[in-house]
């Protein structure tokens, strides 16, 4: 006899459990404004069964104020302190999915907790795609308003630097949500075994595929 719908069931759902245990760590997701870190994070959350964060939010909810509201007056400073404050509670919290502010890894201190201490995945989206879609992107962002686009470049740069060691880059303006999302759990599984990723995964340089294996096994040393 097959399985019954029950079974089934109760199976799909220690296979969603079991992928929350690959990692006793965060999964903290990193890029540039506008890629859709907190779209792709919920996601994942969802499909982890963990608990889902936005540092923007936890700083909104903290502070009283939106991240808007302290560039818009001058107060990046004040912003990142809180920031920063905000990435090292959330790493503490276990397996949850953290979204990262786009400068959140600016900070040295926050980036090598975040490095040591999580599972880190950048979102890439390449300049030549962003800039097309730069005017949308600034839209009610008061740290992009006024620059030009030589300036919004190197911003870009800056930050795309801080993202180098993460362990998972999916290049999401060529996949859409649900496979950027599909192509993390995949690789979350096949990381649970240490086995190669490259048959599993998409093709096109959409994952850094040695970047992962390498940087989770020294990551593993370290915790």
Do not use: C
Not at 64 to 93: K, M, S, Y
Not at 110 to 117: A, D, G, T, V, Y
Not at 162 to 170: E, H, K, P, V
Request: glycine share 8%; hydrophobic share 40%.
């Amino acid at each position: 006899m097959g399985w019954t719908d029950h079974e089934e069931s109760d199976a799909n759902r220690h296979m969603v459990v079991g992928r929350a245990r690959v990692f006793d760590r965060p999964i903290a997701l990193a890029g540039f404004m506008g890629v859709g870190k907190s779209t792709l994070g919920k996601l994942l959350a969802e499909a982890l069964d963990r608990d889902f964060f936005d540092t923007d939010r936890e700083i909104q909810r903290q502070s009283g104020r939106t991240p808007d509201d302290f560039f818009a007056n001058g107060e990046e400073a004040e912003f990142r302190r809180i920031e920063a404050q905000v990435v090292r509670e959330l790493v503490i919290r276990g397996p949850v999915v953290i979204a990262l502010g786009g400068g959140a890894l600016l900070d040295p201190t926050s980036r090598n907790l975040i490095q040591h201490k999580t599972a880190l995945v950048h979102l890439h989206v390449p300049w030549t795609h962003l800039q097309v879609h730069l005017a949308e992107i600034a839209e009610g962002r008061p740290l992009l308003k006024g620059k030009s686009v030589p300036e919004v470049h190197r911003m870009y740069l800056a930050r795309h630097h801080t993202y180098q060691r993460a362990a998972l880059r999916i290049t999401v303006s060529r996949v859409s949500i649900d496979e950027a999302m599909r192509t993390v759990l995949t690789a979350l599984d096949l990381v649970r075994g240490r086995t190669s990723l490259v048959p599993a995964l998409p093709v096109g340089n959409r994952v850094d595929v040695a970047n992962w294996e390498q940087a989770w096994l020294r990551q593993g040393t370290r915790a």
